[in-house]
Structures are given as structure tokens and as C-alpha cells.
């Protein structure tokens, strides 16, 4: 039997599905959310349905952006013949604060994980052979290339 009424319940199981947050802190942010004024929790709603409705992946790299291509591929200054593969959009993130690298990503959004059930099939690989053949074929005009 919870000790809360149904409708925290339901808030703080919301909160737990939350990676790494557990039922503890899963409560603490219910209660936070409950206290805020009426401005602040529609505001935190707001960014929410904006970042699902605005957010889009790159069909370049498949970074997360609101534009597409994103400001990483879109920009003429960095190295095209550059890509550094990454798991993760966070990745991106992280090298891009060391502010040293001038290629471009391809964002994979996982990796291979056979006890997990992820195989090559359920991350960007196969987009980013895709990617790296088209280029292949544009620098080479190879005959190779028109047999797909």
C-alpha cells in the first residue's frame, strides 16, 4: 500500500522511469515540481513539448538539432573529410567543449550489445556506410559506386 495519493504516485513512477533516477530522488523531484509556482511547472512543460516537437535528427550525422543539416555540418569552416564516430549525441557535446576538433560527427546512438539484444541493425551503422560510400564515390567517381 503507497503512502501516497495516486495521482504523486503516478508523478513519482513518471520521475522513476528516468535513467539512474531511483524512487527516492524520483520523490523529491515530484514534490519539487508540486511546490513550484504555476509559472514554473508550465515553462518546464513547455521545453519539454518543444524539444520533442522541435528537435529533429540531423540526416547528415543524426545529431539531435532543431536544424537540419545541424550548425555542425552546416558550417563551411569545418573539415568534411574529418568524421568522428561517436556512441552518443552527449559525445558530441564533449568534444565539442574542447573546442579542437574541426571535422564533423556521425552520431550512432548506441552501440552493439548482443547480451542487450542491440545488434548492428538497431544503431546508425548501415546510414553511416551509406555516408561514407556516397563520399567515396563523389571523390573517386568510382564504377564501383553504381553497384548498389
Known amino acids: 500500500m503507497s503512502l501516497y495519493s495516486p495521482s504523486i504516485e503516478k508523478l513519482i513512477e513518471s520521475f522513476e522511469r528516468l535513467p ?27 521545453s519539454i513539448v518543444n524539444a520533442k516537437k522541435n528537435l529533429k535528427y540531423c540526416s547528415k550525422c543524426y545529431n539531435i538539432s532543431d536544424t537540419d543539416p545541424c550548425i555542425i555540418c552546416g558550417n563551411p569552416k569545418r573539415d568534411q573529410s574529418i568524421i568522428c564516430v561517436v556512441e552518443d549525441v552527449r559525445d558530441v557535446i564533449a568534444m565539442e567543449k574542447t573546442h579542437e576538433f574541426k ?9 552493439i550489445s548482443p547480451m542487450n539484444g542491440v545488434g548492428p541493425d538497431d544503431i ?20 564501383t559506386c553504381n553497384k548498389s
Do not use: W
Open 20 to 46: 539512474s533516477i531511483g524512487h527516492k530522488t524520483a520523490a523529491r523531484l515530484a514534490f519539487h515540481m508540486l511546490n513550484a509556482s504555476e509559472e514554473e511547472t508550465n515553462e518546464f512543460i513547455s
Open 103 to 111: 571535422g564533423v560527427y556521425h552520431v550512432l546512438h548506441g552501440s
Open 124 to 143: 546508425k551503422i548501415k546510414e553511416l556506410l551509406s555516408r561514407l560510400m556516397r563520399r567515396r564515390c563523389r571523390s573517386k567517381r568510382s564504377n
